[in-house]
């Protein structure tokens, strides 16, 4: 049985013996006010709510009065509703009839909600339009009007924002608005923040009336203790956390984030990984989607990659505080860092409620299925996962257990939450082709010109106008390296910049000719420099003293080689201190820290250094605050030992460390995993700087190790196994590597290294001759194909699927792998620019999307292999098979293609355009849509081949053979068709001239015979109709 609003209210003015007032001189609400009032003073009495009953339709009459009246006052609407309601249960004798308690108390804690959440707003003028008021009193008739059932004012109870009454309310509340220059969708999301909010005062306001409502049907209720429980806990989550993110100290600065953070901007990534060109801000087009105004991408997972320093992390704790002012409780922030967590459970809602770790998400084991709370997880740092086989193939179980959470919250009421995630993109790389499809992919952008003035604006705020202006002008000086100029463009390496300029410590000298990597390696160099001396507290001087420059800089080393074996972010103290143990001085400093009692310093001088401990660590772990400086430190101790490896030695030995001692240290330092490429440039230049670089010396000892580790010494030794010690040593601090890992990664590592020095060898005339690698071993004649590199792809992807090529795929450009027997490979997305892979067998392979530009492919076998997308610009395949090869939209412009075997190949859509495929045989070559525009086919074999669409223009087609060919809608304005054989070819619809290019070419020895379509070509010359006798 449905009951009307105005009835209910009409029952509590019949029982306070009360009739409804004809008094207008009374303002709608003042009365409700008065009420609130004189409750306050005095306490609750029948007489002090008499003239709220007799002079008001409702509680909600209070909106018809000034905002600011409202909101200023601070007086008790739910103290208020539930004295009424304890006064009508005293009146009547008997326990309050649910509608009853509904009404007044909905109203009540709406009321509340409203002048808590406008309370928000202090600078926006509430009450501009004073005209509203009688629009708000026809709305309150509408809504005494409205009718309700039972299950409508349980509904209130269960999740009142949504309820048919918060819809009510709400309407009251838009119109009221609307004297506001609030638009419309703001007023809706501000309605709605306050409907979300209401159901938190609804609690108290139960708990207190517990005693009149004894009677009612317990699915109604639910402890509500424990929901006020949750709640509190909430709010101090947020205050204790989510609110301080903005303001945590940049480094050792004395300012915080949000007084220096400027929003960035992203470009929308398709599912290729490929970046769509407009760029927009970040922080809108996250709000956007919580908002819903972009519907259909509210059920995919806000996706976030960026490479190291781009601002990821910082985005997240500013966009979850900015969540937490402007869109709470309808979002309620939750910020995880992925590299804080241990553990992942199988089920990713275990793994949510143990990152948290409040109480509102560990003591109610429905805490994400409570329609009364959305959360918004801001998961930090996929490429820092800790999980415990570190792999991309868990990465990839990580992102489809995301995805799927992101999937069930899409289709389950009760589940509306929202997943945002981050990381670094080339952790990406082999599992892109792998990854959901419900990712809503952006690429966070370099710091434009307009992002970098407003980053200068909040500077000068810090350091002065005239500092920031010198530091513009250090930018723009004509000496100052475009490099450096890029590198400014990166808000990490932006501030290290500024904050070092600003203390004088770089100048623009120090970049002359410098590279990016050169100019990083100065940049950290010198940051470095700068938190050992002048950003050393002065407080912390006495108290490190007894410890040198040296000492401290060995701390750090081994703690960035340490954070990169562990994983990229956290080490533990004790496998830094196990890598101390011959230096005494820094062992002393670090074994006062684990315990983690003691009050020492050490946590102030690590986090001076860019370091902390970690929040989750029992028995002690630092953690660099930005990854790239673990990965520059773990570069420059690298740099130490290798050194070290080709220093000559004493007596008559040709190198002070034996064999045996390199091996050793081999493993140590490298059996770890993969060289990422921001180590390999840091140690390439690193070596190039060094005075004890000897190329030759460390190219012949690298690569003895290579050649005894693809023999299987190591790993197949009965009596020092090099990588089992290893395995032992990484299991001893919980990373989970076996003997074969080890053993994998050491040798890949190696072979990266030899890539390295082969590259560089190659562009030094002292060393191209005698500094050559061949990773497959050198080949011994034609037809004689190695496969080494072969059996090591094998061997390394016996782990991992794909392993291999994530780890040595994006270093193999300018490789010498000419006679490689790589049959059925997958090199799928490689770096293989400027390789040798002539003479290569290459059948069957998987090198789709791969880059091979440049590269040198003559003579070699690419039948049936997988070439869809690859980038073949510039590349010679003069004489190689292509027959059966799937070239689906490779780009093969201005490769030379001259003898080459192309039958019946796939090249549909591929960019062929300049390409020479003189005398090469594209018989049954499926070409349609390709874009042949400038290419050479002289000589070519195009019989029978599908040219359907294909772009021909200013082709060269002189004595090729088109006989049978498809060439229907084809453009082939301005080709040059002497000598060539086009009997039987399709040419319906064919484009033969234009006003750009002209007509086609041909002579008296062309073939027309039997040509079909000619009557429906466009831009058929006279002269050939009249020749043929078409007219």
Known sequence: MKKRLSQIWNQFQELFSVEESLNTTIKPGKAVLVAAVTLKEQGASIEALKPLLQNSSSLLDVLCLPIAQVVSTGLPFVPTGTALLKLASEIQEQDLALEDFVF????????????????????????????????????????????????????????????????????????????????????????????????????????????????????????????????????????????????????DEQFCFTDIYVPLKAREVDADGYEKWEAFDLKTWAEKILNDEIPHKQRQVMFIQAGPGKGKSVFCRMFAAWVNRNLHPVWTPILIRLRDIKIFEN????????????????????????????????????????????????????????????????????????????????????IERLMPGNLDRVEIQLMDNEVQQQWFHKWSNLVGADKTTEFQQFLQNKHCPERVRQLSQEPLLLYLLAAMHRDGEINIDMFNDAQTTKAKIQIYQKSLDWVLTKQRPASLNHQIAE????????????????????????????????????????????????????????????????????????????????????????????????????????????????????????????????????????????????????????FQRLQDFYIRWCNGEFIDSF??????????????????????????????????????????????????????FYPSGQPTGALSWTDQLLRIINYSNCIQRGNFNSVVGQFLGGADLSGANLSDADLSLANLSHANLSDADLSGGNFSRANLSGANLSVANLSRANLSGTNFSRANLSGANLSGAD???????????????????????????????????????????????????????????????????????????????????????????????????????????????????????TNWQDVQGLDKAINLPAVLKQQLGLN
């Open 104 to 251: 007044i108390v909905s109203q009540a804690a709406y009321l509340e909600s409203v002048k808590e959440i406008l309370s928000l707003y202090a600078n926006v003028n509430w009450d501009a339009n004073h005209n509203v008021a009688e629009a708000v009193k026809k709305q309150l008739q509408k809504l005494g009007e409205l009718e309700l059932d039972y299950q409508d004012f349980i509904d209130v109870l269960l999740c009142f924002h949504e309820s048919k009454l918060a819809a009510a309310f709400n309407q009251v509340l838009s119109v009221r608005l609307q004297s506001t220059r609030f638009h419309q969708s703001s007023i809706n999301r501000l309605t709605q923040r306050i409907a979300w909010n209401t159901y938190r005062y609804i609690i108290p306001a139960r708990i207190d009336s517990r005693d009149i409502l004894k009677n009612l049907p317990r699915p109604a209720f639910g402890n509500w203790r424990q929901e006020e429980e949750k709640f509190h806990s909430i709010d101090k989550y947020l205050q204790e956390y989510i609110a301080q993110q903005p303001r945590e100290k940049v480094f």
């Open 347 to 430: 089920n990713f809602e275990d793994t949510l409620k143990a990152a948290v770790d409040r109480s509102f998400a560990t003591s109610d084991r429905g805490w994400l299925i409570d329609k009364n709370t959305r959360f918004l997880f801001l998961l930090d740092g996929f490429d820092e996962l800790l999980l415990e086989s570190k792999t991309s193939e868990s990465l990839k179980d990580f992102l489809r257990q995301v995805a799927a959470f992101q999937e069930l919250c899409q289709q389950t009421s009760e589940k509306g939450h929202q997943i945002l995630i981050t990381g670094r993109t080339l952790a990406l790389q082999g």
């Open 547 to 698: 410890l040198e420059t040296d000492d401290l800089q060995q701390i750090l080393k081994q703690a960035g080689l340490c954070v990169i074996q562990s994983g990229g972010q956290v080490a533990p103290v004790a496998m830094i201190e196990e890598r101390l143990k011959d230096h005494k001085s820094a062992q002393a400093l670090i074994e006062k820290a684990r315990n983690s009692q003691d009050d020492h310093p050490l946590r102030q001088v690590l986090a001076t250094f860019y370091l902390k401990q970690s929040a989750n660590s029992k028995e002690g772990s630092v953690e660099f605050t930005h990854k790239s400086f673990s990965e520059f430190l773990c570069a420059v101790k690298l740099i130490e030992n290798i050194e070290d490896w080709t220093q000559p030695g004493s007596r008559g030995r040709e190198f002070n460390l034996a064999t045996q001692q390199m091996d050793e240290q081999i493993y140590d330092l490298l059996g770890y995993g993969g060289l990422t490429p921001e180590i390999v440039g840091y140690l390439m230049e690193l070596l190039k700087e060094s005075h004890a670089f000897r190329p030759l010396q460390l």
């Open 719 to 772: 009596t020092i196994n090099l990588p089992q010690i290893k395995a032992q040593q990484l299991q001893r601090h919980e990373i989970r590597f076996g003997q074969r890992q080890v053993d994998i990664y050491a040798g890949l590592n190696v072979m990266i290294l030899l890539l390295e020095l082969h590259r560089y060898a190659q562009e030094k005339v002292a060393f191209s001759q005698q500094i050559t």
């Open 887 to 1005: 070239l689906s939209t490779a780009n093969l412009s201005r490769a030379n293609l001259n003898g080459v075997y192309l039958s019946r190949a796939n090249l549909n859509r591929a960019n062929l355009s300049g390409a020479n495929f003189s005398r090469a045989d594209l018989s049954r070559a499926n070409l349609s849509g390709a874009d042949l525009s400038g290419a050479d086919l002289s000589g070519a074999d195009l019989s029978d081949a599908n040219l359907n669409r294909a772009n021909l223009s200013r082709a060269n087609l002189k004595r090729a053979n088109l006989s049978d060919a498809n060439l229907s809608s084809a453009n082939l304005s301005g080709d040059n068709l002497s000598r060539a054989n086009l009997s039987r070819a399709n040419l319906s619809d064919a484009n033969l001239g234009d006003e750009f290019f002209k007509a086609i070419h041909w002579d008296e020895d």
